[in-house]
């Protein structure tokens, strides 16, 4: 059973990455950076998360990798510790924030392949369609807590040492000690736990030249696909409204209602955005996952298009017509993340035509990495945009994109709709098919 470790593992991953993806921006706010700064900065955070590919030789020659795991993980917590007395000693200065959590984005990202890969050597592809659920349940699980209890921990902190002076940086201070805590046990724990897999690796010796040089020919190869610019253009244009909005959603929350925001303190925003948002996201996320599964791209294509321009309407309409009270607070932010997450799942299809069948039995590798690219751009100048136009107007922009996002889905749909959507671990339907038709490379040649 790898109930033992599984938890733990995507834990350790799913802690920081939550640091570093959510709580990250209302750090940086809280200690000075402007929006336009904060957006900017928090954008620059996903970097290592669009280049985590070229590495990915490099960390495949390391064979079992669960001491590589042990390393990364141990390498996290002295980032965590130290970002903890960056508030402690420089508490406002932003430069040695972003630095903390630009090295801790890195590890998190060479940690996801490495934790991807024992994985899927621990486990036979039967053995891991058992416990994929629970591998993305325990992950999410470790987001929502992670995001949630953090923000109103420091919300609450602030509160109760509000005489103090530095109360703002030492809440901070206190929370990521308290979270280097929790993690230092799930390090510990993995230590013990993680062992070598009972299936066989594939590694090999690699230069970390060589393997850039494997994915530049990739690459190469993805370029040489017909039309493969304009479906990078449409998935650009797809995620381009829910871009804007990613880092400025907060923002809205979290800014006086002098400056068109709804003043929601700390513990208000832990709890309906880091909690109930992240919750719905993750419930969507997965309900579309399924039947994307099971009924393929075709039938699910515009049941995922339409929620994905639909966010922006809600956050245009609390503008308007703020919510009265925590309730409504959060049935608003349930809906607007549901639509998040449901409409996630349309970017399967672009990827998986962008991938072809160098990714055939996942395209994590090039998922992630390819969205995180695309948005990467609006993300950074979100910030700018809000500070320019304030928030009501941004949100009309906003949902004006919508509206350029629903037409890119709609000028794609021919194209995409009839590419069959490839599937990882044999869990699709027609995984025989797949299979019986496209050979491992190493068995021809046996």
Same mark, same amino acid.
């Given at each position: 059973?790898?109930?033992p470790?599984l938890?733990?593992?995507?834990?350790?991953e799913a802690?920081?990455?939550?640091?570093?993806?959510?709580?990250s921006l209302?750090?940086?706010?809280?200690?000075?950076?402007?929006?336009?700064?904060?957006?900017?900065?928090?954008?620059?955070?996903?970097?290592?998360?669009?280049?985590?590919?070229?590495v990915?030789e490099?960390?495949?020659?390391f064979g079992?990798?669960?001491?590589?795991?042990?390393?990364?993980?141990?390498?996290?917590?002295?980032?965590?510790?130290?970002?903890?007395?960056?508030?402690?000693r420089?508490?406002?200065?932003?430069?040695q924030?972003?630095?903390?959590?630009?090295?801790?984005?890195?590890?998190?990202a060479?940690?996801?392949l490495?934790?991807?890969?024992?994985y899927?050597?621990m486990?036979?592809p039967?053995?891991?369609?058992?416990?994929?659920g629970?591998?993305?349940f325990?992950?999410?699980?470790?987001?929502?807590?992670?995001y949630?209890v953090?923000?109103m921990?420091?919300?609450a902190?602030?509160?109760?040492?509000?005489?103090?002076a530095d109360a703002?940086?030492?809440?901070?201070?206190?929370?990521?000690?308290?979270?280097?805590?929790?993690?230092?046990?799930?390090?510990?724990?993995?230590?013990?736990?993680?062992?070598?897999?009972?299936?066989?690796d594939?590694?090999?010796?690699?230069?970390?030249?060589?393997?850039?040089?494997?994915?530049?020919q990739?690459?190469?190869?993805?370029a040489?696909?017909?039309?493969?610019?304009?479906?990078?253009?449409?998935?650009?244009f797809?995620?381009l409204?829910?871009?804007?909005?990613?880092?400025?959603?907060?923002?809205?929350?979290?800014?006086?209602k002098?400056?068109?925001?709804?003043?929601?303190?700390?513990?208000q925003?832990?709890?309906?955005?880091?909690?109930?948002g992240?919750?719905?996201?993750?419930i969507?996320?997965?309900?579309?996952?399924?039947?994307?599964?099971?009924?393929?791209?075709?039938?699910?294509?515009?049941?995922f298009?339409? $929620? %994905? !321009?639909? @966010?922006? #309407?809600v956050?245009l309409?609390?503008?308007?017509?703020?919510?009265?009270s925590?309730l409504? *607070? &959060?049935?608003?932010?349930?809906?607007?993340?549901?639509?998040?997450?449901?409409?996630l799942n349309?970017?399967?299809?672009?990827?998986c035509?962008i991938?072809?069948?160098?990714?055939?039995?996942?395209?994590?590798?090039?998922?992630?990495?390819m969205?995180?690219?695309?948005?990467?751009? $609006? %993300? !950074?100048? @979100?910030? #700018?945009?809000?500070q320019?136009f304030?928030?009501?107007?941004?949100?009309?922009?906003?949902a *004006? &994109?919508?509206l350029?996002s629903?037409?890119?889905?709609?000028?794609?749909?021919s194209f995409?709709?009839?590419?069959?959507v490839?599937?990882r671990h044999a869990?699709?339907p027609?995984r025989?098919?797949?299979?019986?038709?496209n050979?491992?490379?190493?068995?021809?040649?046996?």
């Amino acid at each position: 059973s790898p109930m033992p470790w599984l938890f733990p593992l995507f834990a350790a991953e799913a802690i920081p990455f939550a640091l570093i993806t959510f709580v990250s921006l209302l750090m940086f706010v809280q200690q000075g950076a402007g929006w336009g700064r904060a957006t900017l900065l928090c954008a620059l955070l996903t970097l290592p998360w669009v280049l985590k590919s070229f590495v990915r030789e490099k960390v495949r020659q390391f064979g079992h990798f669960a001491w590589v795991l042990k390393v990364i993980e141990l390498c996290m917590l002295a980032v965590l510790v130290g970002l903890a007395f960056a508030f402690d000693r420089y508490r406002y200065s932003v430069p040695q924030l972003f630095v903390c959590l630009f090295l801790l984005s890195a590890l998190c990202a060479w940690h996801e392949l490495a934790a991807r890969m024992y994985y899927e050597r621990m486990f036979y592809p039967r053995q891991q369609r058992l416990y994929n659920g629970a591998k993305i349940f325990f992950s999410q699980t470790a987001h929502v807590i992670t995001y949630g209890v953090v923000i109103m921990a420091v919300g609450a902190l602030q509160v109760f040492y509000h005489n103090r002076a530095d109360a703002m940086s030492f809440a901070w201070n206190v929370a990521v000690y308290m979270l280097a805590g929790v993690f230092m046990l799930l390090v510990f724990y993995n230590c013990l736990v993680l062992r070598r897999p009972s299936v066989g690796d594939d590694s090999r010796s690699a230069s970390l030249a060589e393997a850039v040089r494997s994915e530049v020919q990739v690459i190469d190869r993805i370029a040489r696909k017909p039309y493969w610019l304009a479906v990078v253009s449409g998935l650009f244009f797809v995620l381009l409204p829910q871009s804007l909005m990613f880092h400025t959603r907060v923002l809205f929350l979290l800014a006086s209602k002098a400056e068109g925001g709804l003043g929601c303190t700390m513990l208000q925003v832990g709890f309906a955005q880091g909690t109930i948002g992240v919750m719905a996201f993750s419930i969507a996320l997965a309900i579309g996952h399924r039947l994307l599964m099971h009924r393929g791209v075709r039938r699910t294509y515009w049941l995922f298009a339409i $929620p %994905m !321009g639909l @966010s922006p #309407w809600v956050y245009l309409l609390m503008t308007v017509v703020p919510p009265v009270s925590l309730l409504w *607070l &959060c049935v608003a932010t349930f809906l607007a993340q549901f639509f998040f997450g449901l409409g996630l799942n349309l970017t399967v299809a672009f990827v998986c035509y962008i991938s072809g069948d160098r990714y055939r039995n996942t395209i994590n590798y090039l998922y992630i990495p390819m969205v995180a690219l695309v948005m990467f751009v $609006p %993300m !950074g100048i @979100s910030g #700018w945009l809000l500070q320019r136009f304030g928030f009501q107007q941004f949100f009309i922009i906003d949902a *004006l &994109c919508a509206l350029l996002s629903w037409a890119s889905a709609a000028l794609a749909y021919s194209f995409l709709s009839n590419y069959q959507v490839p599937q990882r671990h044999a869990s699709h339907p027609h995984r025989k098919h797949i299979i019986k038709n496209n050979k491992p490379q190493n068995v021809v040649e046996k």
